[in-house]
């Protein structure tokens, strides 16, 4: 029997909440600390499913690192660019964080290396990534000739030099090339064919290799990328982790829908994650929204009107505001979400299925939404597709006056294991 979750109606969302920590740069800095010289403490490192993937193929191989989970910190002993064994298997599950850059670090070993994932895994592409990384020197290939996972590699380090990659499908192509490359025999240019999408996280890629002592020459455009090679990453000694600006995206949308107000704490005007301007959207729809360096509070008006916009640049969190839109006047249409295909499930296709559940008017296109909310919500089962966001997301529809349950709710655990426990800490119910 399907495990499930009934969310009462929500009257409002209020309070304070810290984050937990991001995702996207627990993963990039545990990468990071593996490489470089020295040793580096890791704190406030998010304790979820990926993570853990990531802290596991470390043991495998070989990394030495001592873990304090209950306190979420972790120090690791950088390896300063040698992969300590010849060959090794790594299990990653639907991490996409962890297969994609360790694939592009474990060029730099000597030996063979496999790195397979859950069947979701298998569908999900990473040739773009196996051919930007043979153009370099590296011998990499798709197992099955998917051009997906499970992945060989063939290491006998990086060469170098320039390589064409497209930028169309994810960044996390560009960030994992990005991060191998100081370890490369000679400087390493990289120039994006196409398009790029998701640049903010580009940007916290390069911004994170800073502090680990390497510059990224970055033009205009973000087309062309040059890093100066061998060099080593030195370790900053202590790295804390800012608090995960997609999971802030749930409790600052939920005030904004409710008339509540919300602060986060563990992200704001200095934080390194594109989605923290999410609340810009939220106040583009109607709420009010207060900023500090390291909290964001949304004081919600329970007034929002639909919006037209381009979420490229946070396609997470254009989940939260495609069902934030059901509780908008008006149509809102969610823009350049192409990638939403190929992340943990197929986003686009769900998020709609789940949204006319819900009574929603929905026209899916290649890379769009346009939603036009019901009169009344109905009460609904929403299927999470084995997808964290999904869970995450569609809580917000119990924000009415009928209840709303949630199938398989622990999918949360690959990023927010304690979700819905907060979420009642903040919640106020129409019971």
């Given at each position: 029997?399907?495990?499930?979750?009934?969310l009462?109606p929500?009257?409002?969302?209020?309070?304070?909440?810290?984050?937990?920590?991001s995702?996207s740069?627990?993963?990039?800095?545990l990468?990071?600390?593996?490489?470089?010289e020295?040793?580096?403490?890791?704190e406030n490192?998010?304790?979820?499913d990926?993570?853990r993937?990531?802290?596991?193929?470390?043991?495998?191989l070989?990394?030495?690192?001592?873990?304090?989970?209950?306190?979420?910190?972790?120090?690791?002993?950088?390896v300063v660019?040698?992969?300590?064994?010849?060959e090794a298997?790594?299990?990653l599950?639907?991490?996409?964080t962890?297969i994609r850059?360790?694939?592009?670090?474990l060029?730099?070993?000597?030996g063979?290396?496999?790195?397979?994932?859950?069947?979701?895994?298998r569908?999900?592409p990473?040739?773009?990534?196996?051919d930007?990384?043979?153009?370099?020197?590296a011998?990499?290939?798709?197992?099955?000739n998917?051009?997906c996972?499970?992945?060989?590699?063939?290491?006998?380090?990086l060469?170098?030099?320039?390589?064409?990659?497209s930028?169309?499908?994810?960044?996390?192509?560009l960030?994992?090339?990005?991060l191998?490359s100081?370890?490369?025999?000679?400087p390493?240019?990289?120039?994006?064919r196409d398009?790029?999408v998701s640049?903010p996280?580009?940007?916290?890629?390069?911004?994170l290799m800073?502090?680990?002592?390497?510059?990224v020459?970055?033009?205009?455009d973000f087309r062309?990328?040059?890093?100066?090679?061998?060099?080593?990453?030195?370790?900053?000694?202590?790295y804390?982790?800012?608090?995960?600006?997609?999971s802030?995206?749930?409790f600052?949308a939920?005030?904004?829908?409710?008339?509540?107000s919300?602060t986060?704490?563990?992200?704001?005007?200095e934080s390194?994650?594109g989605d923290a301007?999410?609340?810009?959207?939220l106040?583009?729809m109607?709420?009010?929204?207060?900023?500090?360096?390291?909290?964001?509070?949304?004081?919600g008006s329970g007034?929002?009107?639909?919006?037209?916009?381009?979420?490229n640049?946070?396609?997470?969190?254009?989940?939260?505001l495609?069902?934030?839109?059901l509780?908008?006047?008006?149509?809102?249409?969610?823009?350049?979400i192409?990638n939403?295909?190929?992340k943990?499930?197929?986003?686009?296709?769900?998020v709609s299925?789940?949204?006319k559940k819900?009574g929603?008017s929905v026209d899916?296109?290649?890379?769009?939404?346009?939603?036009?909310?019901?009169?009344?919500?109905?009460?609904?089962?929403i299927?999470?597709?084995?997808?964290?966001?999904?869970a995450?997301?569609?809580s917000?529809?119990?924000?009415?006056?009928?209840p709303?349950?949630i199938?398989n709710?622990t999918?949360?655990?690959?990023?927010?294991?304690?979700?819905?426990?907060?979420?009642?800490?903040?919640?106020?119910s129409?019971?």
């Amino acid at each position: 029997m399907t495990e499930q979750l009934r969310l009462d109606p929500i009257r409002r969302i209020s309070g304070s909440i810290t984050l937990p920590g991001s995702k996207s740069l627990s993963n990039r800095v545990l990468l990071l600390a593996m490489l470089s010289e020295g040793e580096t403490l890791i704190e406030n490192l998010l304790d979820s499913d990926d993570v853990r993937r990531m802290v596991d193929a470390l043991a495998k191989l070989k990394i030495s690192y001592e873990e304090d989970r209950p306190n979420k910190k972790i120090r690791v002993r950088g390896v300063v660019g040698r992969i300590p064994v010849v060959e090794a298997k790594l299990f990653l599950g639907n991490a996409g964080t962890a297969i994609r850059p360790l694939t592009a670090a474990l060029t730099l070993g000597h030996g063979r290396f496999v790195l397979d994932g859950i069947e979701r895994m298998r569908e999900r592409p990473i040739q773009d990534l196996l051919d930007g990384l043979n153009q370099l020197g590296a011998h990499v290939r798709s197992i099955h000739n998917t051009g997906c996972p499970p992945v060989e590699i063939i290491a006998d380090g990086l060469l170098g030099g320039v390589t064409e990659l497209s930028g169309a499908i994810s960044s996390q192509y560009l960030s994992a090339i990005l991060l191998t490359s100081p370890y490369a025999k000679t400087p390493v240019e990289i120039r994006i064919r196409d398009h790029l999408v998701s640049i903010p996280y580009v940007e916290m890629t390069i911004r994170l290799m800073s502090r680990f002592g390497v510059n990224v020459v970055v033009s205009e455009d973000f087309r062309n990328f040059y890093i100066n090679a061998p060099q080593n990453y030195q370790s900053p000694e202590t790295y804390f982790v800012e608090g995960d600006a997609s999971s802030a995206s749930y409790f600052l949308a939920g005030a904004a829908i409710t008339g509540g107000s919300v602060t986060v704490v563990g992200c704001g005007t200095e934080s390194l994650q594109g989605d923290a301007q999410f609340a810009k959207v939220l106040e583009m729809m109607g709420a009010e929204v207060g900023w500090q360096a390291n909290k964001i509070t949304v004081q919600g008006s329970g007034n929002l009107k639909g919006i037209d916009m381009d979420m490229n640049e946070m396609p997470d969190a254009a989940m939260t505001l495609a069902v934030t839109a059901l509780f908008a006047k008006g149509t809102t249409a969610i823009r350049n979400i192409y990638n939403w295909r190929l992340k943990e499930t197929e986003r686009l296709k769900a998020v709609s299925c789940e949204l006319k559940k819900l009574g929603a008017s929905v026209d899916e296109g290649e890379d769009y939404l346009i939603i036009v909310p019901p009169r009344e919500l109905m009460p609904a089962e929403i299927s999470t597709y084995d997808d964290h966001r999904m869970a995450m997301a569609f809580s917000l529809a119990a924000c009415s006056e009928v209840p709303i349950t949630i199938l398989n709710p622990t999918c949360v655990n690959k990023t927010f294991p304690d979700y819905f426990n907060q979420l009642s800490k903040l919640t106020i119910s129409n019971k």
